[in-house]
């Protein structure tokens, strides 16, 4: 089990495919690091030699801010944003989206499930 920046990768996938699973990581960054590194993107976890994971791992860590530092960067920045008072941070405060996409219809993801408004309960009839 190769063990990089506190993740472990899925031993059968693919070295180029399993980086992607450390956050910070995608897919033209691992292309980047193997190529650097000289090792086989098509080479599978399991069959990695000991010295190409310390190689990967040391250029992880010298060459990208990855997993705990990154996330804690990125919510330090939407904290900025959200103290500031700017409009990208009202939006992020009310959870709603940042980014100019419309919310009549859609950002579902952001908003949540729908709530029902002005839904009473009938009152009973007193015969």
């Known amino acids: 089990m190769a063990r990089i920046a506190g993740v472990d990768l899925p031993r059968e996938k693919r070295i180029e495919v399993a980086l992607c699973y450390i956050y910070g990581i995608g897919r033209s960054a691992s292309q980047k690091l193997l190529n650097h590194a000289k090792v086989n993107p098509d080479v599978r976890v399991k069959d990695l030699k000991e010295e190409d994971i310390v190689r990967l791992r040391e250029m992880i860590e010298r060459d990208h801010k990855v997993e705990g530092d990154l996330r804690k960067e990125v919510a330090m920045n939407i904290k900025r944003l959200m103290d ?44």
């Open 84 to 127: 500031v008072g700017s409009y990208r941070g009202l939006r992020h405060r009310k959870g709603l989206p940042a980014r100019g996409q419309r919310t009549k219809t859609n950002a579902r993801t952001r908003k949540g499930p729908k709530k029902a408004i002005g839904l009473r309960p009938k009152k009973e009839k007193t015969a």
